[in-house]
Structure formats: C-alpha cells, structure tokens
C-alpha cells in the first residue's frame, strides 16, 4: 500500500484496473465481483509486485550453536553409562539451556521491536 501513495504507480495500477474490469465488463452479473476481485489482484501483482522481506531472522547464530551444543550433551547423556560421568553431562545441558533461554528471551524482543517498528513505517 506504501507504494500506491506514488502517484506514477497510482496511476499505472489505475489505468490497468480500467483495463482489466473493460475487458470483463459483458460479464454476467453473478461473476462479475469475482471478475473484480481478480482484476485487482492481477493488477496489484503488475503493478506493485510483491512485498520483499527484510526480516532478521530472530535467533542469533550464537543461539543455534548453543541449541546445537545441547543437543550434543543431551546426546552424550543418553549413551552414558556412568551415573556420574551422566550427572557431569547433565549439569553442562542444564547450563546450555539457561543461557539458551536468556538468549532467545532478549533476541525475541528484539525482534519484537524490530518488526512493530517496520509495521509503524
């Protein structure tokens, strides 16, 4: 919609809903607000295109390597046979998931933030 506040585009989106609604004007009267709705959508699309995101993705590089570290761990625990060498691998998953969890809890605001401020643009 941010586009359409051009006024070439505005114009060009305009001449082509003419066009496109004049070539389905014969149109029983039953289809024609499916002809219309069609031609606004073809129209938008050639006009406008389509929306291209520029999302940050939320969870950091860092995050992964820790969740992928974890996994590792839980992995470990899981062929362990030791009850002690199993607590060991345990107390390092349960640090892997505390910082994990800080971590996607600041980095999901921020991405909050992120995305409410370019819905406000």
Not at 48 to 58: A, E, I, Q, V
Not at 72 to 86: D, L, P, Y
Request: proline share 1%; hydrophobic share 20%.
């Amino acid at each position: 919609m941010e586009r359409l506040k051009n006024k070439d585009i505005k114009e060009t989106f305009n001449e082509r809903m003419k066009k496109k609604l004049e070539e389905h004007k014969e149109e029983a009267q039953d289809k024609r607000w499916e002809q219309q709705k069609i031609a606004y959508v073809e129209s938008a699309e050639e006009v406008l295109g389509f929306r291209k995101g520029n999302n940050k993705p939320c969870i950091s590089e860092n995050t992964w390597k820790l969740i992928n570290e974890r996994e590792h761990i839980k992995a470990k625990i899981a062929n362990t046979r030791s009850e002690r060498g199993g607590q060991n691998h345990q107390e390092k998953c349960e640090r892997r998931q505390k910082e994990m969890d800080s971590r996607e809890s600041r980095e999901s605001a921020e991405c909050s933030r992120r995305r409410k401020t370019q819905g406000a643009v």
